[in-house]
């Protein structure tokens, strides 16, 4: 998508923070869990989870959930490596 489409269409802004909804799918995404398994726990359709997990995707500029969970992990790691230094001090 060309920046112009970004600006004429503002939903489609990969920079937008996760809705609620989004932030909620994304952390059953991190245990791992399919489309159908976050539909159940959520009450929603496969459809309706698979479209929030595209939004992710889309947000944060991923292709898969692989490279997704790898770099929450990666943040994860550096958050606990900060936190470690900050204590020390």
Same mark, same amino acid.
């Given at each position: @998508?060309?920046?112009?489409?970004? %600006?004429?269409?503002?939903?489609?802004?990969?920079?937008?923070? #996760? &809705?609620?909804?989004?932030? %909620?799918?994304?952390? #059953?995404?991190?245990? +791992? #869990?399919? =489309?159908?398994?976050?539909?159940? /726990? *959520?009450?929603? !359709?496969?459809? &309706? $989870?698979?479209?929030?997990?595209? =939004?992710? *995707?889309?947000?944060?500029? @991923? &292709?898969?959930?692989?490279? #997704? *969970?790898?770099? +929450?992990?990666? =943040?994860?790691?550096?958050? +606990?490596? %900060?936190? !470690?230094?900050? $204590? $020390? /001090?």
């Amino acid at each position: @998508m060309s920046s112009s489409e970004s %600006e004429a269409h503002p939903d489609h802004d990969p920079h937008q923070p #996760l &809705t609620p909804r989004e932030r %909620e799918v994304f952390d #059953l995404l991190l245990d +791992a #869990l399919s =489309n159908r398994q976050i539909a159940r /726990r *959520l009450g929603v !359709t496969e459809e &309706t $989870a698979k479209f929030h997990v595209s =939004n992710i *995707l889309r947000k944060s500029q @991923m &292709t898969s959930r692989a490279e #997704l *969970l790898a770099e +929450a992990a990666r =943040n994860a790691s550096r958050s +606990a490596q %900060e936190a !470690t230094r900050h $204590a $020390a /001090r």
